[in-house]
């Protein structure tokens, strides 16, 4: 009986979708051709009425989430910041200069819950940068609490220079950068302050976000907020 030939062709075909796939695979870090990130001297410590806390204070504030974005990230920034009104808010900076490590898997939804809080609600919210050009960062704002601790967080997350929200966005952010052969880098800019009433929390969050990106030079701002929309 002559052997069949069906298995050789489906490893024959097998074999070369693995091949196209192993070339069409980019291996070009967009990180590579452009400016290096240094979150601690980019994010200036000072700005329009905000003024950052001693850094043994900062972590004495969030250790448990300072210590999980630490182990998870290429570079971070943990700083807390206080206003002349004495209100403080927590900044946190995760940044991944290979996108593929999954940055969406470890937003403060997933990370929040796993440090024992109880999440209350989660929604969008559009927050207002008015420098030149004007632009609008869509955000999300979590209700979380822990025992007596009430903190709501708002956050946004950018691939490259292009924000994203859903998990279909970054997917498809990621594909226009994987059509032109480079893999993204990503970053997760993350705030919370510990507060009962969330309505004034996100409100001076986002004072706070919309300062901050003022503050930033530029040439480099666009890596914090992004500068483009998926497509």
Same mark, same amino acid.
């Given at each position: 009986?002559?052997?069949?030939?069906?298995? +050789?062709?489906?490893?024959? %075909? &097998?074999?070369? *979708?693995?091949?196209? !796939?192993?070339?069409? #695979?980019? /291996? $070009?870090?967009?990180?590579?051709?452009?400016?290096?990130?240094?979150?601690?001297?980019?994010?200036?410590?000072?700005?329009?009425?905000?003024?950052?806390?001693?850094?043994?204070?900062?972590?004495?504030?969030?250790?448990?989430?300072?210590?999980?974005?630490?182990?998870?990230?290429?570079?971070?920034?943990?700083?807390?910041?206080?206003?002349?009104?004495?209100?403080?808010?927590?900044?946190?900076?995760?940044?991944?200069?290979?996108?593929?490590?999954?940055?969406? +898997?470890?937003?403060?939804? %997933? &990370?929040?819950? *796993?440090?024992?809080? !109880?999440?209350?609600? #989660?929604? /969008? $919210?559009?927050?207002?940068?008015?420098?030149?050009?004007?632009?609008?960062?869509?955000?999300?704002?979590?209700?979380?609490?822990?025992?007596?601790?009430?903190?709501?967080?708002?956050?946004?997350?950018?691939?490259?220079?292009?924000?994203?929200?859903?998990?279909?966005?970054?997917?498809?952010?990621?594909?226009?950068?994987?059509?032109?052969?480079?893999?993204?880098?990503?970053?997760?800019?993350?705030?919370?302050?510990?507060?009962?009433?969330?309505?004034?929390?996100?409100?001076?969050?986002?004072?706070?976000?919309? *300062?901050?990106?003022?503050?930033?030079?530029?040439?480099?701002?666009?890596?914090?907020?992004?500068?483009?929309?998926?497509?």
């Amino acid at each position: 009986m002559r052997p069949t030939r069906r298995p +050789l062709v489906i490893c024959g %075909v &097998c074999f070369f *979708a693995a091949m196209l !796939t192993f070339m069409l #695979k980019p /291996t $070009d870090f967009l990180a590579d051709h452009l400016q290096p990130i240094d979150l601690d001297s980019m994010v200036p410590e000072r700005f329009q009425g905000w003024s950052a806390i001693p850094r043994a204070s900062t972590q004495i504030i969030d250790p448990g989430q300072l210590a999980m974005i630490n182990r998870l990230y290429t570079q971070t920034l943990s700083r807390g910041y206080v206003n002349r009104d004495g209100y403080i808010v927590m900044l946190s900076i995760a940044y991944g200069k290979d996108q593929r490590d999954a940055l969406q +898997l470890h937003k403060p939804e %997933v &990370c929040y819950p *796993a440090q024992g809080f !109880t999440l209350l609600n #989660k929604a /969008t $919210d559009v927050i207002d940068v008015d420098m030149s050009p004007p632009k609008k960062i869509q955000v999300t704002h979590l209700q979380t609490i822990a025992g007596v601790r009430t903190e709501p967080v708002t956050y946004w997350t950018v691939v490259g220079d292009i924000p994203y929200v859903s998990g279909i966005d970054k997917k498809l952010a990621e594909m226009q950068y994987g059509l032109t052969g480079k893999i993204p880098d990503g970053m997760l800019v993350r705030m919370s302050s510990i507060d009962a009433d969330a309505e004034n929390a996100f409100k001076i969050q986002g004072q706070f976000a919309v *300062a901050m990106l003022a503050a930033i030079k530029p040439d480099v701002r666009s890596r914090f907020s992004g500068n483009r929309t998926v497509y």
